[in-house]
């Protein structure tokens, strides 16, 4: 995590450096307890993405997760890569379909349990209240563009 003295950390006047520099150290935490399984927070997310859409589209993982097609395929060729994602569309099919292998559910299932002592500490470390407020904005300023 960053080492920065707490002294160093006064909030910016700029609203969006301030929400860009709390979202490295959420990706930075959740990295750092999911290490051990190999993944970091976008890989997990990906195949988490995948398990619970079943067989699916490129474009519907990018429509779910909401990122452009082109930042998706490349964090899914390094998964694919690794032996945890395959396509199982028919040959010569326009349309690729994406599902796990055995070895992407099994790092799934390993990761989900860090992933979830990630998620542990964040809500120990803000407080149910104050996590759900911060859910709540964050769901405004995404809703901020349409």
Request: glycine letters at 4%.
């Given at each position: 995590m960053?080492?920065?003295s ?7 006047v700029?609203?969006?450096?301030n929400?860009?520099r709390a979202?490295?150290?959420m990706t930075?935490?959740y990295?750092k ?10 890989q997990?997310s990906?195949l988490?993405?995948i398990d ?8 519907d993982?990018a429509l ?12 899914l060729k390094a998964?694919?890569q690794q032996?945890?994602?395959q396509?199982?569309a ?8 994406l599902t796990?292998t055995e070895s ?12 979830d002592e990630a998620?542990n500490?964040v ?8 996590l759900a ?11 901020m563009?349409?």
């Amino acid at each position: 995590m960053n080492n920065m003295s707490s002294e160093n950390k006064t909030p910016s006047v700029c609203n969006c450096i301030n929400l860009r520099r709390a979202s490295l150290v959420m990706t930075e935490l959740y990295d750092k307890y999911l290490a051990p399984s190999g993944l970091n927070i976008n890989q997990f997310s990906l195949l988490r993405h995948i398990d619970r859409l079943g067989p699916a589209s490129v474009s519907d993982v990018a429509l779910k997760m909401r990122l452009d097609r082109t930042t998706l395929v490349r964090n899914l060729k390094a998964m694919e890569q690794q032996g945890y994602v395959q396509d199982i569309a028919a040959k010569g099919s326009r349309s690729r379909q994406l599902t796990l292998t055995e070895s992407g559910e099994a790092v799934l299932i390993a990761a989900g349990q860090l992933w979830d002592e990630a998620q542990n500490s964040v809500e120990q470390s803000l407080g149910t209240e104050d996590l759900a407020a911060l859910t709540s904005l964050l769901s405004k300023v995404e809703s901020m563009m349409p």
